[in-house]
T-cell receptor
């Protein structure tokens, strides 16, 4: 099946630094990718929808300047956590929709393995 | 009130038992329903995907959707210790892309 690759899987950084997380769709083109955040023992919370070639759409309460999203190509979206602080420590997960042969909005959604960010 | 409600568990069952999971939702606009399995510190993986009301079976997994009651279920037959994970229901409204998740139910299958 289709695969979504996320890198790095784990990152530890100092407070005030910026961290970039990559999300790649390996065998399909994804015009739309999604970024989620998950705190321990909690569900995934959608942060933003990443659209290839245009600005990301952020969910209410998510700081656009804090979480920079770039969807540079049909197979790559990046999330940059700028000036990270300990409260940004979390599990970040991306997903991408495989439009399949029919295209459209209802293709299967595949998730990356997640990136665990720890800010010291 | 959350749009999608799911009992967090944990749900502990002996090996071989049937695991019964469910979610309720409040918005009748949801049209596509999914169940994901998430192992600790891993991304979710899709188990079942249904569109209409009724049952869908895939191996040991059966998904049920009752749109009139706004209630979906997942049954796992002949449960195995490897089924121990968090199970998340998720749903999409017909016209959009956003996936709305339930809070997840942690399942423990004891050998």
């Amino acid at each position: 099946g289709a695969v979504v690759s996320q890198h790095p899987s784990r990152v530890i950084c100092k407070s005030g630094t910026s961290v970039k997380i990559e999300c790649r769709s390996l065998d399909f083109q994804a015009t739309t990718m999604f970024w989620y955040r998950q705190f321990p023992k909690q569900s995934l919370m959608l942060m933003a929808t990443s659209n290839e070639g245009s600005k990301a759409t952020y969910e209410q309460g998510v700081e656009k300047d804090k979480f920079l999203i770039n969807h540079a190509s049909l197979t790559l979206s990046t999330l940059t956590v700028t000036s990270a602080h300990p409260e940004d420590s979390s599990f970040y997960i991306c997903s991408a929709r495989d439009p399949g042969l029919a295209g459209g909005d209802t293709g299967e959604l595949f998730f990356g393995e997640g990136s665990r960010l720890t800010v010291l | 009130q959350k749009e999608v409600e799911q009992d967090p568990g944990p749900l502990s069952v002996p090996e071989g038992a049937i695991v019964s999971l469910n979610c309720t939702y409040s918005n009748s606009a949801f049209q596509y329903f999914m169940w994901y399995r998430q192992y600790s510190r891993k991304g979710p993986e899709l188990l079942m995907y249904t569109y209409s009301s009724g049952n869908k079976e895939d191996g040991r997994f059966t998904a049920q959707v009752d749109k009139s009651s706004k209630y979906i279920s997942l049954f796992i037959r002949d449960s195995q210790p490897s089924d121990s994970a968090t199970y998340l229901c998720a749903m999409i409204k017909a016209a959009g892309n956003k996936l709305t998740f339930g809070g997840g139910t942690r399942v423990l299958v004891k050998p």
